[in-house]
């Protein structure tokens, strides 16, 4: 009697443990443990080039990894998914990786807007999140302002990147006047263009014209004539470059002269440096940056794909280390545990040294870059 009951209970725990694990995100194949991480990242649509480098970036990180035996012994597989930049797509997205793949680590998304709402399924569900690039506030910190325990980012965040370009604008580009263009309706476009007005006007500067569009609009005269009118010395765009390249290239079919001045979102192989050649725009990183650290990476990574680097893949490849740097502190793959790793670590990447502050934000440095016909140029850094 007592060794039956005793047996059922050995049973009944073992019920419990398998069920409790599983899906599990970890597991045998071919008898290696391997730690599954989701890569959520547009690779398809209006910013694919931010998906694109975003993923090359992560699997040069894990590559690296596996080849020095992975991360706690496990290889390190990546569940790459296409999220494209979009609440929608991401959402189900999130909910594929954790279901049915089992992941309990997720980077990604890129896209703020993206971002944000795969937030609240991860905190759901016990997963850790970390974007690279989506620097919204709102991403790690809740509507009740606590700091979302379970997700991080790479990046710094737009109220610094919005004060870094109107410091520019009104001490470097003597600026007394700008004019903002702003989708409403993206959470990264509204806030950056609202901590850049912030700024500017803090810093003694006039925005003289501050006019909306929608994310599915491609004709700007109407907005454009009302900047013309105005004439201000600089014209600040926000967006993502596949919607600047538009609007620089009717700036100028217009006779408008301001200064182009953008954010992290013009990063990419595809802006249109005709039209924005001159202009200027704040970033994460650039390549031409001599730390060894930069220049090493800039060298792995042609050589792997050919191309240099840009500011995307680079955060991505040091969420990539960050992440994996936490769950080898933390000596296990438990979210939990390594949120708490991740909280306590310094960071030495390629983006700069960093640490993370009470909302889960690197501090870290900006850059000024400006767009030429031929790439880029570095003219400044700024810290925090
Ligand atoms: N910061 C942008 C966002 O939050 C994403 C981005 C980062 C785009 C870096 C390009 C380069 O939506």
Known sequence: MRTKSLLSLVVLIATLVLAACGPSGGGEVGGDQVLKIAVLAPLSGDVATFGESTRDGILLAFKEWNAKGGVLGMQIEAIVEDSQCAAESAVSAANKVINQDGVKFIIGEVCSSA????????????V????????????????????????????????????????????????????????????????????????????????????????????????????????????????????????????????????????????????????????YHTNHYSSDDPRDVVQEWVVNYQAEYGTIPDALATLAYDAAYMLLQGIEKAGKADPAAVADAMEQLEYDVVSGQSYYDEQHNPVKPAVILQVTLEGTKFITTIAP
């Open 115 to 126: 971002s944000i709402p795969v937030t609240e399924i991860a905190m759901n569900k016990g």
């Open 128 to 279: 850790l999140q970390i974007s690279p690039t989506s620097t919204n506030p709102m991403v790690t910190v809740a509507e009740d302002g606590s700091t979302k325990d379970l997700i991080f980012r790479a990046c710094f965040i737009d109220p610094f990147q919005g004060k870094v370009a109107a410091a520019f604008a009104l001490n470097e580009l003597n600026a007394k006047t700008a004019a903002v263009l702003l989708d409403q309706g993206n959470d990264y476009v509204r806030g950056l263009a609202e901590f850049f007005r912030d700024a500017f006007e803090a810093g003694g500067g006039e925005v003289v014209v501050w006019e909306t569009y929608t994310g599915d609009d491609s004709d700007f005269s109407a907005i454009l004539t009302k900047v013309k009118d105005a004439a201000p010395d600089v014209l600040y765009m926000p967006d993502y470059y596949s919607t600047v390249n538009l609007q620089a290239a009717q700036a100028r079919e217009m006779g408008i002269t301001a200064a182009f001045l953008g954010g992290d979102g013009w990063d990419s192989a595809d802006l249109d440096r005709e039209a924005l050649a001159g202009g």
